[in-house]
């Protein structure tokens, strides 16, 4: 019964699976987010309302102010978290990745 647990939630498990699900999960999240509130402008159309997929870049969810002036602090602050978030995770992936390696050479 012990053996089976630590099998489900093995170290490696954890760190290599089930921690970049979450990630990503909130990654998409948290930019689907930042684009809903996005307050607007494109590089070729400053009155446009909101986040365009098609004409914004994915950087300007990060940017200090939109396109057409506003200030863009929410917005801003969800890019930066997520991407934080994914930063944290994919290092502390490629960190414990070599273990499982090193593991099958003994």
């Known amino acids: 019964m012990i053996n089976k647990f630590f099998?489900?939630?093995s170290p490696n498990k954890i760190t290599l699976v089930l921690l970049p699900?979450?990630?990503?999960?909130?990654?998409?999240?948290?930019?689907?987010l930042g684009m809903i509130v996005y307050p607007g402008g494109t590089m070729y159309?400053?009155?446009?309302?909101?986040?365009?997929?098609?004409s914004n870049f994915f950087?300007?969810?990060?940017?200090y102010?939109?396109?057409?002036?506003?200030?863009?602090y929410f917005s801003m602050i969800l890019f930066a978290i997520s991407l934080t978030i994914v930063g944290i995770t994919f290092?502390?992936?490629y960190v414990s990745l070599p273990r499982i390696f090193n593991d099958d050479i003994n």
């Open 91 to 93: 290092s502390i992936y």
């Open 45 to 54: 159309d400053i009155t446009a309302e909101g986040y365009t997929f098609s």
């Open 59 to 63: 950087s300007d969810l990060g940017t």
């Open 21 to 32: 699900r979450i990630a990503l999960i909130f990654f998409v999240s948290l930019q689907i």
């Open 65 to 72: 102010s939109s396109r057409n002036g506003e200030p863009n």
């Open 7 to 9: 099998i489900i939630f």
